[in-house]
Structures are given as C-alpha cells and as structure tokens.
C-alpha cells in the first residue's frame, strides 16, 4: 500500500532555516520509507504564506494530486502580520471543508511557542503575547470540527526549545536541520498510526 503524502504549509513546510535535509514533511517522508512503507511527497509549502495562500493557490492543487495523506502546519504568518483569528479560523475550516472531499487522513500542527524564539526578543511582544492561544484554540477547534489529528506542536517547544539550544538556525526565527528533525519526530507516532490503517 504506497502513501501519497501531500503537505501544505508555510516556510516551516520547505524547510527554510536548514542547510539540508528540508522541513519537516521531507523528513517524515522519509522517516516512513525508513519504515519500509512507499512513500511518494509532494511538498506545496510556500514560504511566507499565510493560511489565505493556500486557501488561494494550493486547494485546486492538493484535490488534484488524490492525496492519501496530508499534513498542515500554517499560522505563524498570520499571527504575525495581524490576520484577525476568526478570519483565521475561517479559511482553515475552508481548507479543512474542502480537503475532507479527498479522503486523505489529515493531519494538523499548531503554533510552537513563539515567545521562547530568539527573535520575540526584538520584535515587540505586543505581536506575539496572548495572540499564539487564541490562534491555537482555532487550529483546535477547526480539527474538532472536521476529524482532523492535531499534533501539539505548542506544549512539546515549551520541553524541546530549552532543552535544544540549536533548535533555531541564526535567523532566531525559523527551525534549523536540528529543529526540524525534533518536529519530524513528534508527529511521526501519528503519521505512522493513519497510514498504517
């Protein structure tokens, strides 16, 4: 039974910030081809998008390419560049409404605690304070909604980026090679649960 594994995201989903090896979907690929299972990845991340964008530009794509399995990390952005939340959860449940039409099993990552990146130390915390729970909350209750697998991305950086000085690359802003292996790591129980059914 081979996986036809799409992935949709932002820059976390290309993997910028790693001089190899890409983000974390290329590397849960290929943590499942470890697992002797055939795997093909078609990787839609789009560096800089905000949930809209995929809304916009992917969703046409995704439903093409009769995914078995797909896996959405979006929403740093939009907190970011100020996306109201419920306009936010809007476009997930869009996106959520239209990829239930696949069949594939879907899979959801929230926000990682921003606060404990390097950057939030220059930027003002106006930006990020009491705005990651309330855009978590809406990733939460959108995967309620719909069936979607949330990974909890948020509680597991609160362990990991302490304990993981090199989880950043030197930007402080985006996961390095490092980073991203630990997020392969932390949703590879649930990847390999939905494509083993």
Same mark, same amino acid.
């Given at each position: 039974?081979?996986? /036809?594994?799409? %992935? *949709?995201?932002?820059?976390?989903? @290309?993997?910028?910030?790693? %001089?190899?090896?890409?983000?974390?979907?290329?590397?849960? !690929?290929?943590?499942?081809?470890?697992?002797? *299972?055939?795997?093909?990845?078609?990787?839609?991340?789009?560096?800089?998008?905000?949930?809209?964008?995929? @809304?916009?530009? =992917?969703?046409?794509?995704?439903?093409? $390419?009769?995914?078995?399995?797909?896996?959405?990390?979006?929403?740093?952005?939009?907190?970011?560049?100020?996306?109201?939340?419920?306009?936010?959860?809007?476009?997930?449940?869009?996106? !959520?409404?239209?990829?239930?039409?696949?069949? =594939?099993?879907?899979?959801?990552?929230?926000?990682?605690?921003? =606060? $404990? !990146? #390097?950057?939030?130390?220059? @930027? #003002? %915390?106006?930006?990020?304070?009491?705005?990651?729970? #309330?855009? /978590?909350?809406?990733?939460?209750?959108?995967?309620?909604?719909?069936?979607?697998?949330?990974?909890?991305?948020?509680?597991?950086?609160?362990?990991?980026?302490?304990?993981?000085?090199?989880?950043?690359?030197?930007?402080?802003?985006?996961?390095?090679?490092?980073?991203?292996?630990?997020?392969?790591?932390?949703?590879? #129980?649930?990847?390999?649960?939905?494509?083993r059914r």
């Open positions: 039974m081979s996986v /036809n594994y799409v %992935s *949709l995201g932002d820059s976390t989903a @290309v993997g910028v910030g790693a %001089s190899q090896g890409g983000g974390y979907p290329d590397r849960l !690929a290929s943590r499942l081809r470890k697992d002797g *299972l055939p795997v093909g990845h078609t990787n839609l991340g789009q560096s800089g998008a905000r949930v809209r964008d995929i @809304v916009n530009t =992917a969703l046409k794509r995704v439903i093409a $390419l009769q995914p078995t399995l797909i896996t959405l990390g979006v929403g740093t952005n939009d907190l970011w560049r100020g996306t109201e939340v419920a306009e936010f959860q809007d476009d997930l449940d869009r996106i !959520a409404r239209r990829l239930k039409q696949t069949g =594939a099993s879907m899979v959801v990552v929230n926000l990682a605690d921003l =606060a $404990l !990146a #390097p950057v939030a130390k220059l @930027v #003002p %915390s106006a930006l990020y304070e009491g705005r990651i729970e #309330p855009f /978590n909350d809406a990733i939460a209750s959108v995967a309620r909604s719909h069936g979607l697998h949330l990974v909890d991305l948020y509680t597991a950086s609160q362990e990991m980026i302490p304990r993981r000085p090199d989880f950043f690359c030197s930007d402080g802003f985006h996961p390095s090679a490092e980073g991203y292996e630990e997020w392969a790591d932390l949703m590879l #129980p649930v990847v390999r649960t939905l494509v």
